[in-house]
């Protein structure tokens, strides 16, 4: 996520390990419910693209950067109707939707300068009165973070079993690094990932939405109730003029 391109043992790991919770579904599925135009942004593996896409909105577009992770989207999403958008996000992807959705702490992994640019870029091209849903951890989740590095081993189907090695450093006052090592055994192979994530304060992402013209609506309460991996709160914006 620091634009480093995901490798095929970090694409299975993660497809392995993120399992949202029913609560964290249900929630993106009632507010994809009240919309006809939907972009996502950041769906990754489709892991929450699946409860937008559940809802049928009319036209629902999917933007993920990362080449590794399209085939998990795609075959996650079968028998959807969906476009699927890789590269950069243009206008074209987000232009005219009512419901922009950065969902699983997604914002804290985009630099600083890359954040304001992509308030900015949502806040003028959805319609007039539309909303930018965004999902955060509260900051503490990232600092509490033991540095010690742990170690699992899983079975990733035909990588075989991958011994994963992650551990989370704090680099600067706002500023983590997470470094994630996987070793495939039967490749005989291993992959390195360093990724950047940004500590995001409730100041810092109403300070984005002030200048980006965006207006807060609600705050919706945790959808973590079913469990402790899903915590955090959505900031539902709306694009008042
Ligand atoms: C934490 S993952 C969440 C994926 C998915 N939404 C989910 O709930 O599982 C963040 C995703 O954002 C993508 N991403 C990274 N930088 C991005 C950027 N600047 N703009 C949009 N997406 C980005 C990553 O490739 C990754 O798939």
Redesign the pocket.
């Known amino acids: ?3 480093m391109a ?1 490798g095929r043992m970090l694409a299975a790991w ?1 497809d392995v390990v ?1 399992q ?1 919770s029913q609560a ?1 579904l249900n929630y993106w599925e009632q507010a994809a419910q009240r919309h006809e135009r939907i972009v ?10 699946i409860a937008l896409a559940r809802a049928r909105p009319q036209v629902l577009t999917l ?4 080449l590794e ?1 399209l085939p998990y989207l795609r075959r996650r999403l079968t028998g959807y109707s969906f476009e699927l958008v890789t590269g950069e ?1 243009g206008q074209d992807s987000t232009r005219g939707n009512d419901l922009a ?6 914002l804290p ?3 600083r300068d ?1 954040q304001g640019a ?1 308030f900015r870029h949502v806040a003028r091209s959805i319609r007039v009165g539309a909303r930018f849903h965004v ?1 955060l951890y509260p900051p503490s989740k990232l600092m509490n973070r033991s540095p010690l590095p742990s170690l699992r081993r899983m079975n990733l189907g035909d990588l075989g079993v991958v011994e994963v090695s992650s551990k989370t450093v704090q680099h600067g006052p706002n500023m983590y690094v997470k470094r994630i090592d996987l070793r495939s055994e039967v490749l005989g192979a291993g992959e390195e990932y360093e990724f950047e994530t940004w500590v995001v304060t409730d100041e810092d992402v109403m300070e984005l939405a002030r200048q980006s013209g965006l207006t807060l609506d609600r705050l919706a309460p945790s959808y973590g109730q079913d469990g402790g991996s899903n915590l955090g709160a959505v900031y539902e914006f709306v694009r008042a003029t």
Do not use: K
């Open positions: 996520m620091t634009g995901w993660y993120r949202p964290e996502e942004i950041g769906a990754g593996q489709g892991h929450l693209s933007f993920e950067p990362e992770n996000l959705v950065l969902g699983y702490d997604t992994m985009i630099q890359g992509l999902h």
